[in-house]
């Protein structure tokens, strides 16, 4: 069975931690995407229904205030894997 | 949720919602003598209510847009708020007199108070209907 010295374990660990990072990061696009289509659908529905302005307003900024939040957590874990490992 | 129509008043509740519930942690960190934790927290809810203050002024500009412009308009600023998120969470971890989690937690805020006030709107409605089926 092949052994590694404690420097290479080390520089293993810390690799995955940044691969792991990387992935994390991947998660930061979908809200992106996301919002972006919440925001065509509302303009849509505004020139459909202009009284309706307000209702949409304030479900898209709850919405998108939300649906950032998995964006955020992403970007926490990022950065715990790559300042604390 | 009352005033659905009006989402300057809407947004003004939430943050005073979120400022009221927010003095609590805030308090027992000063009581503690943790004053890293009060200072990182109260940094994460400055920014986050700054952002959310962005947010909604994206959201008019965009609603005047055509429907492809204010798609990519609302994805570039969303990245745009990345970036910054991004700023504000690594100052909280290279400074030392801020703590990472409490200026996450406080960049949280505003979205559990957002996602509690649904969830007792829902509770709410749901007892109220349960009750007029009931008369």
């Not at chain 1, 309706?52 to 939040?69: D, F, H, K, P, Y």
């Not at chain 2, 994206?58 to 204010?70: C, F, G, K, V």
Request: charged share 20%; glycine share 6%.
């Amino acid at each position: 069975m092949v052994e590694f010295s404690p420097e290479v374990i080390d520089t293993i660990i810390r690799a995955a931690a940044l691969l792991g990072a990387g992935f994390a990061m991947i998660a930061g696009i979908g809200p992106g995407i996301g919002q972006g289509y919440a925001a065509g659908k509302a303009v849509e529905s505004v020139a459909r229904d202009p009284e309706a302005r307000g209702n949409i307003i304030t479900t898209m900024l709850l919405g998108q205030a939300v649906a950032e939040s998995t964006g955020i957590y992403s970007l926490v874990i990022a950065i715990v894997l790559i300042f604390t490992i | 949720m009352k005033d659905i129509d009006n989402p300057h008043k809407v947004q003004k509740e939430i943050l005073k919602k979120t400022y009221l519930i927010s003095l609590l942690p805030i308090i027992s960190s000063l009581l503690a003598g943790e004053y890293d934790i009060t200072l990182g927290f109260v940094f994460g809810l400055v920014i986050a209510t700054l952002l959310l203050r962005l947010k909604y002024n994206n959201i008019i500009r965009a609603l005047s847009m055509e429907e492809e412009s204010a798609e990519k308009f609302i994805r570039n600023r969303y990245f745009l708020e990345y970036a910054l998120y991004f700023l504000v969470l690594i100052t909280a971890v290279r400074h030392a007199r801020l703590n990472f989690l409490a200026a996450a937690v406080g960049l949280f805020m505003i979205k559990f108070v957002v996602i509690s006030w649904s969830v007792i709107d829902l509770i709410k409605d749901t007892f109220q209907s349960k009750i007029d089926e009931y008369k």
